[in-house]
């Protein structure tokens, strides 16, 4: 089982990109699944999740500029992002919002946002 990560990139601050992840198997589907981030020197964290019903929470820096959205059917997890400043600039990831029900981190996708 393998998760995917895809459509990082490079984008002037106030650009969009959309992220999407792809899990190979069904180890996921229908669990709550996040999209987390890692920074440089920084510890990777949460910013967006969904329930396997669809119910989103989000990290309040993203709040009104993320979208999370999930297609149970095809395994697969987006991350709409929207008016990114430079301080989104990370590696993300997706995988298990649960710990205990975590895959192996992926390579993950870089977003540089540009100022």
């Known amino acids: 089982v393998q998760l995917q990560a895809s459509g990082g990139g490079l984008v002037q601050a106030g650009g969009s990109l959309r992220l999407s992840c792809v899990v190979s198997?069904?180890?996921?589907?229908?669990?709550?699944v996040g999209w987390f981030r890692q920074a440089p020197g920084e510890e990777r964290e949460l910013v967006a999740s969904i329930t396997g019903l669809g119910s989103a929470n989000y990290e309040d820096s993203v709040k009104g500029r993320f979208a999370i959205s999930r297609q149970n059917d095809r395994n697969t997890v987006d991350l709409q992002m929207n008016s990114l400043k430079p301080e989104d600039t990370a590696v993300y990831y997706c995988?298990?919002?649960?710990?205990?029900?975590?895959?192996?981190w992926g390579q993950g996708t870089q977003v540089t946002v540009s100022s």
């Open positions: 995988n298990a919002l649960i710990a205990s029900q975590r895959l192996a």
């Open positions: 198997g069904s180890m996921l589907r229908f669990r709550p």
